[in-house]
């Protein structure tokens, strides 16, 4: 479709917000605590009569959601290893060659399968997981590669490519008071929307050990109602006076979004951000780290109703002391990770949830002087398990001992996954269409993934 | 005795109780000098007129150490020609606007009041709202001249060429960091900053930026290459440039022909009369100008020959590109360097889509959204927008001059007119600006916005170092959290959950509302306003850049006058304005 360009002939006419009008955000009401700002004491105290139409208008929004819902639900945990991972010190150890360095081997459930020796729970879990071996990119530099992986696509200055989650939560209507797409302890990466549009960037929160940010009215209810009620029955409704017809619903979505924002604040679904909640026991073993804790609330958080949950490691850039780095980072990851899918099967999420464990590339097979490894996207390790991926797989392989100068890196990397292809494989392991064709603002034709799926790792 | 021991005697009989009331003393006095000359109207100080500004461009030059200038000289221009010239431009494209809205049966809203278009021009130009002090400086000129006066205020104010310098920074390179030690931003914008501030013709900063040589530190303006460095093993990278040119200086989107000719009819290239589906060969020929620049070690970027060598889709071998551009060869000069050649063509006075392209993206900086589609979205083959093509040939008629641009766009009718209407407004009559389109705030105008409401004064580089501090940090924590929208910043978004939760409850309008003597309006406003009627005055005028309707003052006089905590009643009024989505959009 092109943007016809000959509306009225001389000017044209700027496609604006019409789309995310048509998927305007609702929420459905909730029970509030004593602790939070209540929304009884809201009304009680203000009884606006804006605010008693907005929520009357989210009461009506939820039913005809909840006849809109007939995808079942999938949900995605990306635990995602910022800096770059060693291959050879996580799921592609080499030991006793060239390049194998001091990291070991140990054996998994799955015959043949053999993961480092720096992750002993997960490799008691590998039976449930499968492996890409074979990843290879054509970025070699942090920002530009994290954008690559996470959007599928490489960085281009025209448009800005959503994030997994974006994709993910943009195909669903049904709404939770809290957000669908969350990333937890976000360093400069979250998911974004992109061409999707903001509403989709995922919602920031650090350690789930501090509470979630500007969540908390910093005044008392009363107070706060009365500041509501100031707001929208006087300074905005005169905003409003003789501008732009339903300003609110057409333009700004200001109300509504404040609204939805109100509801979060005083929605019990926010413990699900609250790890203290669980057994000391169980916090124990995803570790007490904030990648650990963050592991634990993604769980939590896909059972209040979020759809995608990123939870990020940093640490993982070892051009300096490579083993010490690549331990450290394998010793918080172990636990969180093996924990974490032994619970999304204990609480029956794991069916439905698809967990992808990497980073934005690998590390060189060669150790430099600083005895540390470099940048490597030709042939890295991703794991996949759960929703739609089948169980003990390992699909393409690096060699043991590459040529580093070859002028094809990939000759010496068996099977070869690009990162559009494993986007595709993704996909359609959620259930997804990779050959979807999504317009862009300004009427560009983007395919939601322009790879081939890797159809042997799917269950 | 020497009078200080006298003194150090008499200070050491005062009780420490005496020593603190003294010290609050000195505090309240300190703050009262600081803010009594703007809670009131001022006495009447020096008003720079539109013919001062204009013979003003030689001393913002030696302000700013910058070598004289040896191009056209618009400082000598006769301030009146310059003006009846400007005002000549305006009343023509005025014309052919108002022609199309009537030829479409659109009504056009009435003129906007003096201060909502001083704040369109604040927004526009230094991103942040006008302060107290501006607006009771501005009180003291006769109505009708306040908004021309706060333009030429504005040009000559630090805050102009410093966030036009970032803004345009984004545009020619991007938010990324790049490859380390060869790409420096901070000094590309820098000295942006400083070719704003004396008003270098376009043209000029066109051409340095394209045939750019030497060190990256030394010569700023290599960065727009040595941004591209980290994807192309610390050479200029002919592909990202290209395709940065292609938008940025020509108005064109021509991306997906680096990989494939055009099948979807969406990229027509050649010239008007016999345009033609555009073809990967043209997005090659144009990176092939790229290929030229070469690195030399310590010597940075330098001349060099084109050697640039492509396989093309469905070919079985690489061939060597010659440079060439997608349309208008003819205009292209015989010149050695193949990026001088380039230069020169997009700068041609007959190159109108790159002056369109550049009147597009001014255009879009000051009304917060594009013209069309995209800023950078003009194909050759749209159909006519007389507005954009009479502001380019505007432009390149006098000599490229981004000050008089900014002029004539801001002095059109499409700018000055209201956001309301006593007709009903319809998306269509923002599409024809037939009223004043509604546009969020960038994050970095919301948080400006934020800053200069609380500041009964304005806050610049001549504001004390901790206020500065103070605003840059928590800025960037605030654009942060807000979400930056890098290089997409021109492009429309509406308001999210997140940054509703953020402005509700977040840490910057938290302290910025707070009652805080020494640093907030809020508390200003509460102990020198003479009553509560002015307080609010002041309170809207501060956030909102307006006078309270009659409806609105009333409201928040019955809350002052039966609330029980002042302090409080005053922190929430505060609180309101800055919650109102009026602050956070342009109207």
Known sequence: ?459 | MSGVSIIFKNVRHLSMKTMRWLWLLGLVVVAFRYLSPSMSDQQARPITTWVESVRDVASIRRENHLPHRTVTDRSNQNPDQFRESVNHSIASINAIHQTHLKNIGLQSAEEGNWLTICRRLSLALVGQGLSLEEIRSLQNAPEIERVDIHLQNLFKDPRYHNYWAERWTRYLVGTDGGQFIVYRRRRFRIWLSEVIAENRPYDEIVRKLLTAEGLWTDRPEVNFYTATFDSNNGEADPIRLASRTARVFLGLRIDCLQCHDDFLGNVNLGDRDQIREGKQQDFHQLAAFFSAAKTNGLQGLKKGFSNYKYQYLDAKEEVTVEPKVPFAEHLMPDLKDPRERLAAWITHEENHQAAVAAVSHVWALIFGKPFGEAVDDLPLDRSSQPILDELAKDFVAHQFDLRRLITVITGLKAFRCDSRADFPITEEHEDQYAVFPLMQLRPEQVAGAIIQASRIKKTDRDSSLLLQFISFTSTNEFVERFGDRGEDELEPENVTISQRLLMMNGKMVRESIESNPILNTTAHLAMFSKDDSQLIESAYLCTLNRFPSENEHQHFLKRLQTGKNRNQDVVDLMWVLTNSSELTWNH
């Open chain 1, 1 to 459: 479709m092109r943007i016809d360009r000959n509306r009225h002939n001389e000017f044209p006419v700027a496609e604006t917000m019409k789309n995310s009008i048509q998927q305007q955000e609702t929420f459905p009401l909730c029970n509030a605590d004593s602790h939070r700002f209540s929304r009884r004491a809201l009304l009680a105290s203000g009884g606006s009569a804006s605010i008693l139409a907005s929520i009357s208008k989210a009461i009506a929004n939820e039913e005809d959601n909840g006849s809109k819902n007939k995808l079942a639900a999938k949900n995605v945990i990306l635990l995602w290893l910022e800096g770059g991972p060693s291959q050879l010190e996580t799921f592609d150890p080499h030991p006793g060659g060239l390049f194998g360095g001091d990291t070991k081997a140990i054996t998994t459930p799955v015959p043949d399968l053999m993961i480092s020796e720096l992750l002993p729970q997960t490799a008691e879990i590998m039976q449930h997981a499968s492996l890409i071996r074979s990843l290879t990119s054509k970025e070699g530099d942090h920002e530009r590669a994290i954008y690559n992986i996470k959007s599928g696509y490489r960085p281009d200055p025209t448009l800005i490519h959503p994030s997994i989650g974006a994709v993910l939560c943009h195909e669903e209507s049904v709404q939770a008071e809290i957000p669908r797409h969350i990333s937890i302890i976000p360093r400069n990466s979250p998911g974004r929307g992109g061409f999707l549009g903001a509403k989709y960037d995922a919602f920031k929160v650090n350690d789930p050990a501090r509470p979630v940010p500007d969540i908390r009215s910093q005044v008392s209810n009363e107070r706060n109602a009365r500041r509501i009620d100031d707001l929208f029955s006087v300074v905005e409704k005169e905003f409003q006076r003789g501008r732009l017809q339903k300003l609110d619903l057409q333009r700004t979505l200001h109300q509504s979004s404040t609204d939805a924002a109100l509801k979060m604040m005083s929605s019990d679904q926010l413990d699900a951000f609250d790890v203290r909640k669980e057994s000391a026991s169980l916090r124990d073993s995803f570790g007490d780290t904030p990648f650990g804790r963050g592991c634990l609330a993604a769980v939590r958080l896909l059972e209040a109703g979020s759809r995608c949950v990123e939870v990020t490691l940093g640490g993982w850039d070892s051009h300096v002391t490579n083993h010490l780095l690549q331990s450290a980072g394998c010793e918080t990851l172990d636990p969180a990770l093996a924990s974490l899918i032994k619970l999304l099967q204990e609480r029956d999420l794991f069916e439905s949830t698809l967990v992808v464990c990497g980073g934005e590339f690998g590390r060189t097979p060669s150790i430099n002087p600083a005895e540390g490894r470099d940048h490597w996207p030709h042939g890295f390790s991703m794991l996949l398990a759960g929703c739609g991926i089948g169980r003990g797989r390992v699909y393409g392989a690096t060699a043991a001992e590459p040529k580093l100068d070859a002028p094809n890196p990939l000759e010496h990397v068996d099977q070869p996954v690009t990162i559009s292809d494993l986007h595709a494989t993704i996909y359609r392991a959620l259930g997804l269409s990779s050959d979807l064709e999504y317009q862009t603002p300004i009427g560009r034709p983007i395919k939601r993934s322009e790879g081939k799926v890797i159809t042997e790792i799917l269950s």
